[in-house]
């Protein structure tokens, strides 16, 4: 049974794009084994991440995740079963931020920050999708 997966976190501490890069080749490393797909979007100390695979596989890294020092304020925005998985080609896909339009943000949040902690899982699901239909995950595979 495929599940979805979404949450939101705050960094412990400083995270950067070494560290990041460091997150994303472990994930691609280590989600193709146990069936694990998704997308990473971290912008200025928040993670905001989907991921989507077997309710165990997701499960166990989600708890993982949850108890990690690097990881505060962990919060589950949505849990879903689910046909078929919308990030199927990402063992882990990163948002890139550069590319990102502020308008899109604000078509989604009160102000042009990602703040999922202010906004629906629905939402923030929401703005994944826009994210994947304008070309601004990177990191396929």
């Known amino acids: 049974m495929l599940v979805r997966l979404m949450y939101a976190s705050r960094a412990t501490g400083a995270v950067d794009q070494d560290a990041l890069v460091a997150i994303l080749k472990r994930s691609k490393v280590h989600n193709p084994a146990v069936g694990i797909t998704g997308v990473l979007c971290?912008?200025?100390g928040v993670f905001l991440q989907v991921l989507e695979g077997g309710r165990s596989a997701v499960s166990a890294l989600y708890n993982r995740i949850a108890t990690d020092p690097r990881h505060r304020e962990v919060v589950?925005?949505?849990y879903e079963e689910v046909d078929e998985r919308r990030?199927?080609?990402w063992s882990m896909g990163q948002v890139n931020m550069s590319r990102l339009n502020p308008a899109l943000l604000l078509k989604y949040s009160e102000s042009a920050a990602l703040d999922p902690f202010a906004v629906s899982g629905k939402v923030s699901l929401a703005l994944f999708d826009e994210l994947v239909a304008t070309a601004s995950i990177v990191g396929q595979g």
Do not use: D, E, G
């Open 87 to 89: 990030f199927a080609v």
């Open 76 to 78: 589950l925005l949505s």
């Open 42 to 44: 971290f912008s200025s």
